[in-house]
């Protein structure tokens, strides 16, 4: 059995950075937008997140595992470097924005202020 893909006569110790912006979904219920951000491969330390001026920055890179005393025969990953600003409505309360990263997902809770949430007017009898 050959570990060589026949179809490529590429040298595989060559490998290249290439910069993608990642796939994203926003949900929204009455209190808060969550973004949802793939980022497979990409460790903790590799993320930064900036807000400024009402804009959300992400810049990321996944980390590809090199192994003491081996020769790279395939490699069919490619080393990413993720880039993407989020322009964030007025109804956002950015200072209570909550990041959580797991399993190559970036989930930002993103919190309306208060003015914008909803609220229950209640009804006197009358």
């Given at each position: 059995?050959?570990?060589?893909?026949?179809?490529?006569?590429?040298?595989?110790?060559k490998v290249s950075?290439?910069?993608?912006?990642?796939?994203?979904?926003?949900t929204e219920n009455g209190e808060a937008f969550v973004m949802t951000v793939e980022l497979p491969g990409?460790?903790?330390k590799?993320?930064?997140?900036?807000?400024?001026?009402?804009?959300?920055s992400l810049t990321a890179e996944n980390a590809l595992q090199s192994f003491k005393d081996h020769s790279l025969v395939l490699n069919e990953v490619a080393e990413v470097r993720y880039?993407?600003?989020?322009?964030?409505?007025?109804?956002?309360?950015?200072?209570?924005?909550?990041?959580?990263?797991?399993?190559g997902?970036?989930?930002l809770t993103l919190p309306k202020r208060e003015e914008f949430k909803?609220?229950?007017?209640s009804i006197s009898k009358g």
């Amino acid at each position: 059995m050959s570990l060589i893909k026949k179809s490529e006569n590429v040298d595989a110790q060559k490998v290249s950075r290439v910069e993608v912006t990642p796939v994203s979904r926003v949900t929204e219920n009455g209190e808060a937008f969550v973004m949802t951000v793939e980022l497979p491969g990409v460790g903790d330390k590799d993320l930064e997140l900036v807000l400024e001026n009402h804009t959300l920055s992400l810049t990321a890179e996944n980390a590809l595992q090199s192994f003491k005393d081996h020769s790279l025969v395939l490699n069919e990953v490619a080393e990413v470097r993720y880039r993407a600003a989020f322009d964030l409505p007025d109804r956002v309360d950015a200072a209570g924005i909550k990041a959580a990263h797991r399993n190559g997902l970036l989930i930002l809770t993103l919190p309306k202020r208060e003015e914008f949430k909803p609220k229950r007017i209640s009804i006197s009898k009358g």
